[in-house]
Nanobody
Framework: VQLVESGGGLVESGGSLRLSCLAS????????MSWFRQAPGKERELVAS????????NYADSVKGRFTISRDNTQNTIYLQMNDLKPEDTAVYYC?????WGQGTQVTVSA
């Protein structure tokens, strides 16, 4: 299993970023996929998850209405569109499938 995130960066408060996670080594369309994040000094937390065919989506309360998770099973990729970013969204964002994790991508939001 390999999960490779991309799309992080530095953005001003109120800005947007789109994260991507390219998956390989397993039957992508058979698994629920998730985005987690970990801020400095804090525990890793679930941001959003999407079921196998986009039929079930779940968001953390802190990102509802601002973030959108989606997946493209033809491209073995999940996305996280992040709008209206806030400084408290600053964290390393990780792609997840069960007990497998990507290397993470840093998102930094300046005030």
């Amino acid at each position: 299993v390999q999960l490779v995130e991309s799309g992080g960066g530095l953005v001003e408060s109120g800005g947007s970023l789109r994260l991507s996670c390219l998956a390989s080594g397993f039957t992508f369309s058979s698994f629920l996929m998730s985005w987690f994040r970990q801020a400095p000094g804090k525990e890793r937390e679930l941001v959003a998850s999407v079921t196998r065919s986009n039929e079930g989506i779940n968001y953390a309360d802190s990102v509802k209405g601002r973030f959108t998770i989606s997946r493209d099973n033809t491209q073995n990729t999940i996305y996280l569109q992040m709008n209206d970013l806030k400084p408290e969204d600053t964290a390393v964002y990780y792609c997840n499938r069960r007990d497998s994790w990507g290397q993470g991508t840093q998102v930094t939001v300046s005030a």
